[in-house]
């Protein structure tokens, strides 16, 4: 190829002081850095750490269910705190944790270093969602110390049982404002990801060579946008509806429960994209730095994230097909069309594998099995998606499989993320061993505790019951269901000791760990105060490879 | 700018399409109370269409000039100067972010949070703008060794160009 030739070598030698100065302020430490850091590593972390603890207490919030259905006619809990216990727990799972840890924690982190940014466009914007989003989770959590417990009702809230008369006390209300709050965290987010990515970025980073990570979260950003405030109104209207007599899901003052869902899905379907397309990005991102290849079809990919992005703002009511009031050939027809563009990336990725050198460390194992799960998950939602076959499973524990295939699968991804991006943070890399049992027993856990919930589902049990009976043929299935809960839960304490005993004590990483190839590997690691000392020309969407090996310089398009 | 505006007014042209066929679809077989999903489309549409005309404005009024980072061959230096101003340290997101928590209580259990939320809130907003010191006079290619402040950063690119 001729481009590769016309190329010219172009030197770059970290660590120069010369390109980049600052000026820099005074620096506190501890807990005071905690509280009043602006910069968007240490936001990053907070994150991060945050969404983990809600994954622990919501892991544990599962396992008390799990106990729970092990065996019929169980009376390990009441069913009053049963329903508390998978209320909080898909909530927390949804808002604190799936969500944020990807987009606010990854995000904050990444996305400047990885555009060549000091920082993020508002810094202390930023720190002000982190408290905002704190504040909710807190303010959830708050639910369990009330006379009447928390809220009840499940994560998604169906009017009219949401209504005073049917949920009174303040763990309803304490679960609108914990909401309200995470959402207002996320739109500022969003803000800040938007304006950072498009006008922060250094020279030469034109858009068409931003990380598919950083195209990722943008796409998810704007979903933010729409999504977010939708949510939030619903929730206004849900407390006028509770405290202010305003009946607009209350049937009997001629207000509409269905508008609730309307309401809910027009959000609760994009987020489920939130959650997912920031995970696709650090899947590619692994991938690609595993297989020590670009990624195959960049544009392709970014495009497929942009479909995927649009097309998921018309499926909404494919949650509410056997409410009888929703256009099911217009939302089979979208819901079916967004598996294409995710085809496209699931081609890709094992396009960028294809003949690559892989190298097979716990970060690139997470991915696979995040591959692995999530197309079960996929192909599950595909059935979903067919009026004629979710009549039949909706409400069941096959939806239950379903949707903790595509979660549970975008959260592996995220796992690896932790792997791979860790010692950038910490400056230590995390543990092979333990990082490889804590995968093996996360997937093994994993598959053994949703596999069976298909055909739970397809046998007829409904979810959020707190009981069965014996003679219902779910035994055997529950039983293995909630063994390989437990085994999950084995495997995220392998990782979390993992992460804690590496943090101090883990092999010194270097600023380049992996043989990287996008920007935030031309950082030490830590990076320092505004990031960069120096910057390598940005020529290709691997920048950081390009200047490391000169020989394999990346093939441009343009 | 170019690619961005773009993007965002691509999406536009996608949610307007998706309102049409929408409520084409619902006036023709649905349910005539099915009017929530309608709105939250054209609110959908009109947000990128504001996000949408101020970037292709932002595009428009550089006259085909582009910017550092929009062009392929731009190097560091291009980019040289003051990048922007960079707040440091900042007790005052979190006395907002508290007296917003605070805000949020009120909604649950009686007014009187908030007469603690809006002082906390009302009084970050004030210690929030009093407390940066950003100069308009610092353009890209001020001399960043001038700068610099307590109370936050003017992280800049190639302190010497090549005049």
């Known amino acids: 190829m001729t481009i590769l030739e016309e190329r010219p070598q172009l030197p770059f030698e970290a660590h120069e002081p010369s390109l980049m100065e600052i000026v820099p302020g005074p620096r506190p430490r501890g807990i005071v850095k905690f509280v009043t850091s602006t910069d968007h590593k240490q936001i990053g972390l907070n994150y991060l750490f945050t969404a983990l603890t809600g994954f622990l207490l919501a892991g544990l919030m599962a396992l008390v269910m799990r106990t729970q259905l092990i065996v019929p006619n169980n009376h390990f809990v009441t069913e009053n705190v049963y329903n508390e216990m998978f209320t909080i727990h898909g909530t927390i799972m949804l808002f604190v944790f799936a969500g944020p840890f990807a987009f606010a924690g990854f995000g904050n982190y990444m996305i400047p270093l990885m555009i060549g940014a000091p920082d993020m466009a508002f810094p202390r914007f930023n720190n002000l969602s982190y408290w905002l989003y704190l504040g909710g989770f807190s303010l959830l959590l708050a639910g369990f110390l009330t006379n009447n417990g928390a809220a009840q009702f499940g994560w998604f809230g169906y009017a009219p049982l949401t209504e005073a008369i049917h949920s009174p006390g303040p763990g309803a209300d304490l679960w609108i404002v914990g909401i309200g709050l995470t959402g207002l965290s996320g739109i500022f987010t969003a803000v800040n ?11 030469g980073m034109v858009m068409f060579r931003m990380p598919i990570f950083v195209w990722n979260i943008l796409v998810t950003m704007f979903l933010i946008l729409l ?9 206004a209207l849900l407390w006028i509806d509770r405290h202010l007599g305003g009946g607009f899901y209350d049937a009997s003052k001629g207000g509409q429960p269905i508008l609730w869902q309307n309401l809910f899905w027009f959000f609760g379907h994009p987020e489920v994209y939130i959650i997912a397309v920031p995970y696709f990005g650090v ?7 595993m297989s ?12 497929a994230t942009l479909s995927i992005g649009a097309l998921s703002m018309g499926v909404w009511a494919h949650h509410m097909y056997t409410t009888g009031a929703v256009l099911l050939p217009f939302f089979a027809a979208m819901s079916l069309l967004i598996a294409v563009p995710t085809g496209i990336k699931f081609f890709n990725w094992i396009g960028t594998m294809w003949r690559g050198t892989i190298v097979l460390n716990t970060a690139m194992l997470f991915c696979l099995g995040f591959l692995a799960i999530f197309l079960f998950g996929g192909i599950t939602g595909v059935i979903l998606a067919q009026p004629v076959l979710d009549f039949q499973v909706h409400n069941t524990y096959f939806v239950v499989a379903h949707f903790h295939y595509v979660l549970i699968g975008a959260v592996m991804a995220g796992f690896g993320g932790l792997y791979y991006w860790l010692p950038k943070m910490t400056g230590r890399k995390l543990s092979e061993k333990w990082g490889k049992l804590g995968f093996a027993l996360l997937f093994i856990g994993f598959n053994l505790t949703f596999f069976p919930q298909h055909d739970l589902g397809l046998r007829g049990m409904p979810r959020r019951i707190e009981t069965y009976n014996a003679g219902m043929g779910w035994n055997f299935l529950n039983e293995l269901s909630s063994i390989g809960a437990y085994i999950t839960a084995l495997g995220v304490l392998v990782n979390v000791w993992n992460i804690f005993t590496s943090w101090r004590n883990g092999e010194i990483a270097g600023d380049n760990p992996w043989d990287g190839q996008t920007l935030e590997w031309a950082c030490s690691s830590p990076p320092p105060d505004h990031n960069f000392e120096a910057l390598p020309p940005i020529r290709s969407e691997r920048p950081v490879w390009d200047a490391n090996h000169p020989d394999m310089l990346t093939k441009v398009g343009h | 700018m170019k690619v961005e505006s773009r993007t965002v007014l691509g999406a536009f042209s996608f949610l307007v399409i998706l309102a049409v066929v929408y409520w084409v679809l619902v006036a023709l077989h649905g349910s005539s109370t099915e009017r929530s999903g309608i709105a939250m489309l054209v609110f959908s549409f009109s947000a990128y269409a504001l996000l949408g005309t101020y970037l292709l404005a932002q595009y428009l009024r550089r006259h085909g000039i582009p ?8 190097t560091q230096e291009d980019g040289a100067g003051v990048i922007d101003y960079f707040p440091a340290t900042s007790i005052w997101p979190v006395a907002m972010g508290l007296g917003m928590v605070f805000g949020a209580c009120a909604l649950v259990w009686g007014l009187w949070y908030l007469a603690i939320g809006v002082v906390l809130f009302f009084g970050a907003v004030f210690g929030w703008v009093t407390e940066s010191d950003y100069t308009e006079d610092v353009l890209p290619g001020s001399d960043p060794d001038e700068l610099g402040s307590s109370h936050g950063d003017y992280a800049s690119t190639g302190a010497h160009q090549d005049h």
Not at chain 1, 193 to 203: E, N
Not at chain 2, 67 to 74: L, P
């Open chain 2, 67 to 74: 910017r550092a980072e929009d062009r392929f061959d731009a």
């Open chain 1, 227 to 235: 999504a977010f405030p939708v949510l939030t109104a619903a929730m």
């Open chain 1, 283 to 289: 899947a590619t991102e692994i991938i690609s730095t």
């Open chain 1, 193 to 203: 990801i938007i304006t950072t990515v498009f006008t922060l970025r250094a020279p």
């Open chain 1, 292 to 303: 020590r290849k670009p990624v195959f079809g960049y544009k392709g990919m970014i495009a």
